[in-house]
């Protein structure tokens, strides 16, 4: 994780939040947790949910690195930037055989909107790279795949967990259906240039809803890219925005849909060493100890979400709103994502045949 170039230690931040009353706040909260002060924060770069600092903990015997996640200021924090949700899944996780997130070390409700709440969590070590997406050095053949093999067993270990467990207890479970609702609502936002045929993969996907397996913790954006890696090991699962309880193929879909092979119109780059498709899932399964099946239908189904995700970001980006080249070639990949999934669901078994 790095921290972005430019940013300063005092004054006012992103969107309202002062710097040095946030050092000051946490400067509190970390004596009373840690043993040590804080003489500095400093903003990183990313965050679409809430704002992310860097600071150090000066205690008498070490100085530690922590990461701040903190929910924006003058909104309230709900869904996406309910950061102490966020914190209560890393938290759940802490022991989980075979997963690594990083340490909740301290958290604080604060007084929203006006006072944020906020939660610290320990530095984990290592980059921050989607094989196919970034545009950074790629890493070589042998730890793209490690990567990607640790990646879906640590899958396997993550939806273990009971989802009775402290910090995840009465979370409503999210079925399938309320799934491709979600993406639906989504595209009744954006203009028709961008929906493409999305009624018709609507109506395919709900007419050919799998039987739902047992719910379990799914990170909801689970990929390298929201994933820390040193060599060929995952160090660290991050960005837990979008947990839920739910299908756990839900993530397997997700995160095949990142392969080099899946055919995504967002990819920028082949990515040398990926195991192939039918390995990873075979890693998963071996892992969970079950087969998995029906995985056309998530295939398309993230297809789907990733299509809906983008005709929003489209629809928000002044950029693209100011270049018309730009506007129509993001319309195009989104439209293309909505025939991807439509061609998927035509070959599942209750599908409309061509």
Same mark, same amino acid.
């Given at each position: 994780?790095?921290? @972005?170039?430019?940013? $300063? &230690?005092? !004054? =006012?931040?992103?969107?309202?939040?002062?710097?040095? *009353?946030?050092?000051?706040?946490? %400067?509190?909260?970390?004596?009373?947790?840690?043993?040590?002060?804080?003489?500095?924060?400093?903003?990183?770069?990313?965050g679409?949910?809430?704002?992310?600092?860097?600071?150090e903990?000066?205690?008498?015997?070490?100085?530690?690195?922590?990461?701040?996640?903190?929910?924006?200021?003058?909104?309230?924090p709900?869904?996406?930037?309910?950061?102490?949700?966020h914190?209560?899944?890393m @938290?759940?996780?802490? $022991? &989980?055989? !075979? =997963?690594?997130?990083?340490?909740?070390?301290f958290? *604080?409700?604060?007084?929203?909107? %006006?006072?944020?709440?906020?939660?610290?969590?320990?530095?984990?070590?290592?980059?921050?790279?989607?094989?196919?997406?970034?545009?950074?050095?790629?890493?070589?053949?042998?730890?793209?795949?490690?990567?990607?093999?640790?990646?879906?067993?640590?899958?396997?270990g993550?939806?273990?967990?009971?989802?009775?467990?402290?910090?995840?207890?009465?979370?409503p479970?999210?079925?399938?259906?309320?799934?491709?609702?979600?993406?639906?609502?989504?595209?009744?936002?954006?203009?028709?240039e961008?929906?493409?045929?999305?009624?018709?993969a609507?109506?395919?996907?709900?007419?050919?809803?799998?039987?739902?397996?047992?719910?379990?913790?799914?990170?909801?954006?689970?990929?390298?890219?929201?994933?820390?890696?040193?060599?060929?090991?995952?160090?660290?699962?991050?960005?837990?925005?979008?947990?839920?309880?739910?299908?756990?193929?839900?993530d397997?879909?997700?995160?095949?849909?990142?392969?080099?092979?899946?055919?995504?119109?967002?990819?920028?780059?082949?990515?040398?060493?990926?195991?192939?498709?039918?390995?990873?899932?075979?890693?998963?399964?071996?892992?969970?100890?079950?087969?998995?099946?029906?995985?056309?239908?998530?295939?398309?189904?993230?297809?789907?979400?990733?299509?809906?995700?983008?005709?929003?970001?489209?629809?928000?980006?002044?950029?693209?709103?100011?270049?018309?080249?730009?506007?129509?070639?993001?319309?195009?990949?989104?439209?293309?994502?909505v025939e991807?999934?439509?061609?998927?669901?035509?070959?599942?078994?209750?599908?409309?045949?061509?």
């Amino acid at each position: 994780m790095t921290a @972005s170039s430019g940013s $300063g &230690t005092t !004054g =006012v931040g992103d969107r309202g939040l002062d710097v040095e *009353d946030l050092r000051e706040r946490v %400067d509190g909260l970390a004596r009373q947790a840690l043993g040590g002060g804080i003489d500095a924060v400093e903003r990183m770069a990313g965050g679409a949910s809430g704002l992310t600092f860097r600071a150090e903990v000066q205690a008498p015997d070490a100085v530690t690195p922590v990461i701040l996640k903190v929910a924006p200021p003058g909104l309230m924090p709900v869904r996406n930037r309910d950061v102490l949700r966020h914190a209560r899944a890393m @938290s759940a996780l802490a $022991g &989980t055989p !075979g =997963v690594r997130v990083p340490r909740i070390l301290f958290t *604080d409700a604060g007084d929203p909107p %006006d006072l944020p709440p906020l939660y610290a969590m320990s530095f984990e070590p290592g980059d921050c790279i989607e094989p196919i997406f970034d545009h950074g050095p790629l890493p070589g053949p042998d730890e793209v795949g490690g990567r990607m093999v640790a990646a879906a067993r640590m899958m396997a270990g993550l939806h273990a967990l009971d989802v009775s467990a402290p910090g995840l207890e009465g979370e409503p479970v999210i079925g399938l259906e309320a799934e491709v609702g979600r993406w639906v609502r989504a595209f009744g936002t954006v203009p028709d240039e961008l929906k493409g045929r999305a009624d018709e993969a609507t109506e395919l996907l709900l007419a050919a809803v799998p039987a739902p397996l047992p719910p379990v913790l799914v990170h909801g954006d689970y990929r390298l890219g929201n994933m820390l890696a040193r060599g060929r090991e995952v160090t660290s699962i991050i960005d837990w925005e979008l947990w839920a309880v739910a299908d756990p193929r839900l993530d397997l879909g997700w995160f095949l849909l990142h392969h080099d092979t899946a055919g995504n119109p967002h990819q920028r780059r082949p990515a040398p060493g990926m195991p192939s498709v039918d390995e990873l899932v075979a890693v998963y399964e071996t892992a969970a100890g079950r087969a998995v099946s029906d995985l056309p239908w998530f295939h398309a189904l993230a297809r789907f979400k990733q299509a809906a995700a983008g005709a929003l970001l489209l629809k928000r980006s002044p950029v693209a709103q100011e270049d018309p080249t730009a506007w129509q070639d993001g319309a195009r990949r989104i439209r293309a994502e909505v025939e991807d999934a439509i061609a998927l669901l035509e070959a599942v078994p209750g599908g409309r045949s061509r």
